[in-house]
């Protein structure tokens, strides 16, 4: 006695081209984005702490400075000319 399969459907088409291909995109990103972690987490492994504290400051100086420059206060926290209005 053998089972008799059940007739078997077309194969399911792709809703869009354009959802396929915007799919295949955000897994790349996601590819890139986990290399991008791992190559991060290996520098902090290796780098001393004074090193990462460099590196922070420096990338983040001019973001500090433009934001003190906005509230009206010098980076180094004492009171500089107030803001044009």
């Known amino acids: 006695m053998t089972a008799s399969r059940p007739a078997a ?9 354009a959802l396929d291909t915007t799919f295949k995109i955000g897994l790349v990103l996601k590819g890139l984005d986990g290399i991008l972690e791992v190559a991060g987490g290996l520098l902090l492994l290796f780098l001393s702490p004074a090193a990462i504290e460099h590196i922070v400051r420096m990338l983040t100086a001019h973001e500090l400075e433009y934001q003190a420059k906005r509230a009206g206060r010098h980076p180094a926290g004492t009171r500089g000319p107030a803001p044009p209005q």
């Open 9 to 17: 459907s077309p194969p399911a088409r792709p809703l869009s081209p």
